[in-house]
């Protein structure tokens, strides 16, 4: 499924913004030529792939470093980290996703038995029971927005559900007042159900509510992220490879 012009639109002003760059680099000159956005200040490299262009975000020297390397080398994230540790040498990666947007919400169905919350307590429930790295992956931790889904009664069909169990959770970050930055979480013992899906689309729902674009980052080394996020609509538009600097 392909966007529409305005949300393509949209997505390349959050963007530019996002890579201090003007409203418009996106829209002109050759798209063959990457753009380069130097901040010699800057706390991170970034790689970004987004429709037809690409921009390389970071200091001044690792920016013209940049400039004798093509755009597939770029995006790799063992690249773009020895590129920087060239001259921060305490550079780390923080890896490559790829990027999703979504028009229209799924029609996803709660489950019978189960029931969508909006306590910060059930998110801290789910929390506590996942693993760290799990956590830090979902950035339910910094969401502004969060929703769960929570057993209101005991499963006959799953004895492992118990009532007032907490099953997934999806949370938001908004960048520039335009876009969702949408993560899920589910239980470890209950994934593989649907549990996750079925709170993505609340996710989704509402922030189209609150006239947001809803955006999903899938890790390179996670295809399920990826398998749900086209599950639930979302249209591939680009990449982002990061390295955090020291």
Known sequence: MSLTEQTRQIVKLAWSRMLRLEDTALDLGDPSVRVEAVEDDAAAVTFVRLFDRTVIFGPSEVVGDARRLDDDLLAQERTLLDLARAHHGGARALGAAQLF??????????????????????????????????????????????????????SPQDPQIAEEQVLSAAGREVWQQMIAQLGVLSHPEHRGRGHGRCIAAVAMEEAFVDGLIPQWRAALENPSSRRAAIRLGFTLAGSQTTVVLE
């Open 101 to 154: 947007y979504c028009e229209e919400p799924p029609q996803v169905s709660p489950p019978a038995g189960v029931a969508v919350s909006f306590e910060p307590e059930h998110v801290a429930e789910l929390m506590a029971a996942c693993p760290a790295d799990d956590v830090a992956g979902s950035g339910l931790a910094d969401a502004v927005w969060a929703a769960t889904l929570v057993a209101d009664r005991a």
